[in-house]
């Protein structure tokens, strides 16, 4: 017979889950409130000038609200982190901006991973065995050096990465390295297609046509980002080898 569901097991319960339901009705607010037309391009075109005023007119101020949006999409699993990326790139120039997502977006994923830690907890080595526990085993021993080639690749999704490796076991202190040194060369070229972003506005606007993201990522960046998780991967595979001898 089940175990009976006691008021306390109840209130662990929600305890449990409340971050991620938090996490799904503040996601479910934003598109309700039709925020997502603010994360996009053409929205950067229709205000730059505004934009710019502000910040020049308010620049700590800039800073430190750019910083706790960015940190709350990021947590919240607003799908705009590339979008705002360049904004910032815009906003603060390369270098400051790039800074400043580093932080933004460490802090925003952290966040996230610590509130699937600890809705879902040891769910996938309790549930699964076989491939996916070596995986997981794996993903631990190393995971440091898994999270970092994750983190450099742009084949997953960032809000993806985010939250997986709660399922693997990781320690808090290997995902935040992992995630703020995995995400500094995505971030820093982002924020320099972003400082060189104002005079393709104005081109697109003077010719009627919309900027999209697509238009300013180029394959050799792709490429790099790519190369990077290789090399990146290097040593993991060296250690693989070596102990299967």
């Given amino acids: 017979m089940a175990e009976p569901r006691t008021p306390a097991r109840r209130a662990g319960a929600w ?14 607010f ?14 950067l075109a229709e205000s730059r000038e505004s934009l710019l005023g502000f910040v020049d007119a308010n620049y700590a101020l800039a800073l430190a609200g750019f910083t706790a949006i960015y940190a709350l999409a990021v947590a919240f699993s607003f799908p705009a982190a590339s979008v705002l990326t360049v904004f910032s790139g815009f906003l603060f120039g390369w270098f400051v901006g790039g800074v400043l997502v580093a932080f933004a977006a460490t802090t925003g994923a952290t966040a996230l991973f610590l509130a699937a830690r600890s809705a879902f ?14 995986l997981a085993d794996g993903f631990e021993k190393d995971a440091f050096s898994y999270l970092l080639v ?25 995902y935040v390295a992992a995630t703020f040194l995995g995400i500094m060369p995505g971030t820093f070229a982002y924020t320099y297609l972003g400082q060189g972003l104002d005079s393709v506005l104005v081109s697109a606007r003077e010719a009627g046509t919309q900027v999209a993201l697509s238009d300013l990522v180029t394959p050799q960046i792709t ?8 090399i990146a991967a290097v040593p993991t595979v060296i250690r693989r080898l070596r102990a299967g001898r």
Wanted: aromatic content about 16%; hydrophobic content about 60%.
């Fill in 15 to 28: 305890k449990r889950y409340a971050p991620l339901a938090v996490i799904a009705l503040g996601l479910a």
């Fill in 30 to 43: 934003a598109y309700a409130m039709g925020w997502q037309r603010y994360l996009s391009l053409d929205f």
């Fill in 121 to 134: 907890g040891d769910f996938l080595r309790d549930r699964v065995g076989g491939r996916v526990k070596r």
């Fill in 150 to 174: 994750l983190r450099l690749a742009p084949i997953f999704p960032f809000f993806v990465i985010n939250i997986a490796p709660a399922f693997f076991n990781v320690s808090l202190r290997a």
């Fill in 223 to 230: 490429i790099a980002f790519l190369a990077l998780a290789v």
